[in-house]
Every structure is written in C-alpha cells, then in structure tokens.
C-alpha cells in the first residue's frame, strides 16, 4: 500500500484528503465522523466577518445604514445566536481534544476591518492554521482590478502581523491577471498556502414566481477543471501550498489534483452527495491506483503532470475549441 502522507501548512497530514469549510464541520460530532472516515485534515465551518463585527463591536447598534436593510439586520441577529464567537471557539477546543487530525479555523472575510484582531482568539483557542476564504467579485464600477485586488494583500499583511499561526488563502478565480496575482500573493511571505478556489453563490431566476433563488449549490465532478487548469499551471511557478478545491468527487479526481502539482485536495459536495463513508472509498481508490501503477508515496506523482513538466504544456492554456472538436456540426 502507498504511503499517502503529505504535509501542508507545516502540518503533517496521512492522506491529503482534506475537507472544506461546511455544515460537515460545523458541530464535534461531524468532525469526529470525518476523523473516522479517513479524512487527512478538516477546514471547520467558516464564521463570517460579518458576525465577528456584530458581536465584538456591537455593528447593528453603532452602524445605523443597516437599518435600511432591516432583512440583513435580522439575518445577522438570528445567526449570530446560533453561531457565536464563543460557540466557534469552544468548536476549536472540543474539536483538538476529540481527533488528532489537524483542525483548521476559517473566516469568511472581504475587508481588512475590525475582526482581524479575532485571529488572536482562534490562535489561542487551538487551532493549527487558519484560513482566510476571501471572494472578490469585480462587479463595482468604481473599482478597478488593482483596487480589488489589493484587498487579498491588505488583509494577508494585517493578519500576520496578529498570529503565528500557518494561514492559507482561499481565492476566487476572477482576475484579468491571475497568474501574476498568485504570484504576488506567494512572495508576500504572508501566506503559507492557496486554496484554488473558493465556491461562490450562484443566482438563478424562478421564472414562475420571478424571484432570484439559489444555483448549483453542490458541485459536480466536470467542475473540476477550472482548478485543475490553474493548478497545473502553477504548481512550478509558486513555492508555497496549493489546495485544489471544487470538482473533486472521487479518488480519481484526488490524483489528477496531485500530478498537476497540487499538495492537498478540499472536498465537501460528494460527501454531501455520497455521505461520510466515501472518504473511505475515495482512499481505496488512490491505494489502488497508486499500487497498480507502482508509485510508493506522493512525492513520486505530484507535479508530474503540471504544464512545466507535461509533453503538451499548451494543453493547459487551450481555451478553444477549433483542434479536437472542429467536426463536431
């Protein structure tokens, strides 16, 4: 059996099957069961900035423009009960003393605000690494892309400053420049690691009762190769850890992430989908593979797919179509 041991964040890890911020790690209970299933590490359910605002500052009281959006005011006091800064602490706590699985904190944040002094809390409650998922849509006019862009190095700075702690960066795929952006990012030394990539909100319209509702909340197995893409085209030109996140249903998947170069793999969708068991079989299919094709660990497979080491490294930059489907009518 191959050794699938790998080390990310500085964090040794036996399999590198880590599970992604979600419901699935929201409680004790879950990350016990994830811990037993096989999981290498887990990301625990991300509290908001929003809600470490409210709580620590008294936002609602103080910041009056929200009482013109009384719907986000509520959503934020009935949340905020439910899931409070001292709940995701104690979260912390109970969770290292429950597995010895490496448990990761995460925040949800858009700004370099008030909350990045919480970072301390985190620290001190236990956690081994903490990160930072941060989405950027380029939707304001008034923005340009070096302003939005500028956010991701405004919140790395300021958050070193407050922890030692190893911290990763989930981002979002949108930018005119991605490589450069990552790149940027990477020699920052402010981060230890880049989750390739966030999962956003998708809107749909009901065309029946005209209202904007929820899309594509789960993601599907063909949704793995904007990150494999990116990837593969990375993991030679950066020196730090790559995450590879979306898409990644099965074992297979697991080991395509890994030979374009990936250090780990974040996973929730096909745990909701297949359950918590299927950490196991997913397992069993990388040993299986692995044994069959004679590689002894993952040091021996990782990057040996990457665009700097494949025969076909245009492959990877390919956006057209024309060469393998041009007879498709």
């Keep these: 059996m191959a050794d699938l041991s790998t080390k990310y964040l500085g964090l040794n890890l036996k399999n590198p099957i880590v599970v992604g911020s979600s419901g699935l790690s929201g409680t004790v209970e879950g990350v016990k069961k994830l811990a037993e299933n096989g999981a290498g590490a887990v990301v625990l359910k991300s509290l908001f ?6 709580e620590e500052i008294e ?5 009056k423009s929200i009482d013109a959006y009384p719907e986000a005011a509520d959503y934020i006091r009935n949340y905020t009960k439910e899931n409070s800064i001292k709940n995701y602490l104690t979260l912390i706590e109970e969770s290292k003393k429950a597995v010895s699985i490496p448990i990761i ?3 949800n944040c858009t700004s370099a605000g008030e909350w990045i002094g919480f970072a301390k809390r985190i ?28 956010v991701y190095f405004d919140i790395l700075e300021k958050i070193k400053k407050e922890v030692k702690l190893p911290i990763s960066l989930k981002m979002s ?6 490589t450069q952006l990552i790149q940027k990012i990477s020699w920052s030394k402010n981060v230890d690691g880049i989750v390739m990539f966030n999962r956003s909100y998708s809107p749909d319209i009901d065309i029946d009762n005209l209202k904007v509702v929820s899309s594509n909340v789960f993601s599907s197995p063909e949704d793995i190769t904007t990150s494999l893409r990116w990837v593969a085209i990375m993991s030679d030109r950066i020196k730090i850890n790559i995450a590879a996140s979306t898409g990644i249903h099965d074992g297979k998947g697991v080991i395509k992430q890994i030979l374009a170069g990936a250090t780990v793999v974040q996973i929730a969708s096909t745990l909701y989908k297949n359950g918590v068991p299927h950490l196991n079989f997913m397992l069993k299919e990388m040993n299986a593979w692995m044994d069959a094709k004679g590689y002894k660990d993952l040091a021996s497979i990782r990057g040996k797919m990457s665009q700097a080491k494949t025969k ?8 057209q179509f024309m060469k393998y489907f041009s007879n498709i009518e």
């Excluded at 795929?173 to 991605?178: P, V």
């Design 49 to 54: 900035e929003e809600q470490i605002i409210f």
């Design 59 to 63: 936002m609602l009281n103080k910041d």
């Design 105 to 107: 904190a995460s925040i």
């Design 123 to 150: 620290e001190k409650a236990g956690a081994d690494a903490l990160e930072l998922n941060v989405f950027i849509l380029p939707s304001d006019e008034n923005k340009s892309g070096e302003e939005n862009e500028k």
């Design 173 to 178: 795929s949108y930018s005119a420049g991605l």
């Design 312 to 319: 076909n490294p245009a492959a990877f930059e390919r956006v």
